[in-house]
């Protein structure tokens, strides 16, 4: 997951924001003023100490000589207003700035005027010309948008600024927990509420965040569960099916016992009787090796049939394996063709799973594929590789025959090769089946 898409990280940007909108909006508000008066902008407190020393270097009391002083001081602050009064309360004004002024001075009149142009934003500073307090007063006065006391008055429109952009960041932040409170409310929904299954329906997601990455999880937990609930439903269907078959060849080889036990019972020292003897005899056999399929079976399963794997030549292990089954091929009536190469091919297997895995091929081969007497036994070279074959004749393995049982052999086979890594592979059509096995060497 992207740190960007990460509710964590949307979560401390608005908090960053909250705390660094407070300086930000002020300074965004005055930087016009400041880039464009930049260079005019005086401090109050050093313009008034300003004032009042030229004030007290005033020695005489002459129109000249303070005139020329306070010019030079307007040359410096061009945007600013002076004027003197002297001791008579007469008006004096620099450049001839005389305009609203009172006809004479007194105090109340000073203290009228400086109120008045307080109210007006012009910041006013006076002084009293030289050490006497008679010899007059001077005025300097210049908007307080030229001074620092812009940055300290109170602003309506920067207040209104503020305050909007407060309240947006409060309705961001509830829409935000909010959205995040709805989101988890429809997953919780989404979690109670279950389908025609049994199984809740998935949600959609929209954003890749933490609560986008729990949906995900939930959908695939939700698709674990339907393929699940489809696994235990073909399992089952595959059981019952499996069960059915199983009790076909139990009861398929019991009822010829039962029909030859009656025969038997009849008339013992018939020949007919010595006959179906040995057709009893067999199919006890076929049952005996059919529990003990079932049995291995029930083990591999179960994980509890031990295997013991250790390096083995398989072509010496064919080659015992066709040497005791031969003869019960050649009483079968199946011409039985071998090859095998001169040489030694190892393989990392369990001898008694390997051997286990051939009889129950050979078996197959026997019960099935009868019709077609014959079955072939070598090795073949396939994609560079040697492969070990077991071939028939029959009808196929699509053929449907009454025959034709559980397939417990073949389960054994596959739960045998796939724990031993050996890949198994199977050819069939109607002119026979061909069964190859190759150990992959690239699994462990």
């Not at 898409?5 to 909108?21: C, D, E, G, H, W």
């Not at 001074?147 to 829409?175: C, K």
């Not at 109670?192 to 933490?210: A, K």
């Amino acid at each position: 997951m992207k740190y960007r898409k990460s509710l964590v990280t949307k979560y401390v940007f608005l908090i960053l924001t909250s705390l660094l909108m407070w300086p930000i909006l002020p300074a965004i508000y005055y930087s016009p003023d400041l880039l464009v008066k930049q260079g005019s902008i005086y401090d109050a407190e050093e313009l008034e100490k300003m004032w009042k020393q030229a004030a007290k270097q005033l020695l005489s009391v002459n129109d000249s000589t303070v005139n020329e002083k306070l010019e030079k001081i307007q040359a410096h602050y061009p945007k600013a207003k002076l004027f003197w009064v002297d001791q008579l309360g007469k008006t004096h004004g620099i450049n001839g700035y005389v305009t609203d002024m009172p006809s004479h001075w007194t105090p109340t009149n000073l203290i009228h005027y400086i109120d008045r142009k307080k109210q007006q934003g012009i910041y006013t500073v006076t002084a009293t010309i030289g050490k006497s307090d008679r010899e007059g007063f001077m005025v300097f006065q210049i908007p307080n948008t030229f001074t620092t006391l812009a940055f300290g008055t109170e602003n309506f429109l920067l207040t209104i600024i503020t305050f909007i952009a407060g309240v947006s960041l409060v309705v961001i932040s509830l829409l935000f927990f909010f959205g995040i409170r709805k989101r988890l409310v429809h997953l919780q929904i989404a979690m109670s509420h279950t389908g025609e299954n049994g199984i809740p329906d998935e949600v959609s997601i929209h954003n890749g965040d933490e609560i986008g990455q729990l949906e995900k999880a939930f959908n695939r937990m939700i698709n674990q569960l339907k393929n699940s609930r489809d696994r235990e439903k073909e399992e089952e269907n595959l059981r019952k099916q499996w069960i059915a078959n199983v009790s076909h060849d139990l009861r398929t080889p019991l009822t010829i016992i039962r029909q030859h036990a009656h025969t038997v019972q009849r008339n013992p020292s018939s020949p007919k009787a010595t006959k179906s003897m040995e057709i009893i005899n067999n199919k006890i056999n076929n049952l005996g090796k059919l529990l003990e399929n079932l049995l291995t079976y029930t083990l591999l399963t179960s994980g509890k049939h031990p295997l013991k794997i250790k390096t083995i030549d398989v072509i010496e292990e064919v080659r015992h394996t066709i040497a005791e089954w031969y003869p019960i091929l050649e009483k079968e009536d199946f011409q039985v063709h071998v090859n095998l190469p001169d040489q030694t091919l190892n393989w990392n297997v369990d001898p008694l799973w390997l051997r286990c895995i051939f009889e129950n091929l050979l078996q197959n081969v026997i019960r099935y594929a009868k019709s077609g007497h014959y079955a072939g036994i070598g090795f073949v070279e396939r994609d560079g590789s040697l492969y070990l074959f077991i071939k028939d004749k029959g009808q196929g393995m699509e053929h449907i025959s009454e025959t034709k049982g559980a397939g417990i052999g073949l389960s054994i086979v596959s739960l045998m090769t796939k724990e031993m890594n050996i890949d198994w592979e199977i050819s069939s059509c109607s002119n026979g089946t061909i069964h190859y096995l190759k150990k992959n060497l690239n699994k462990i």
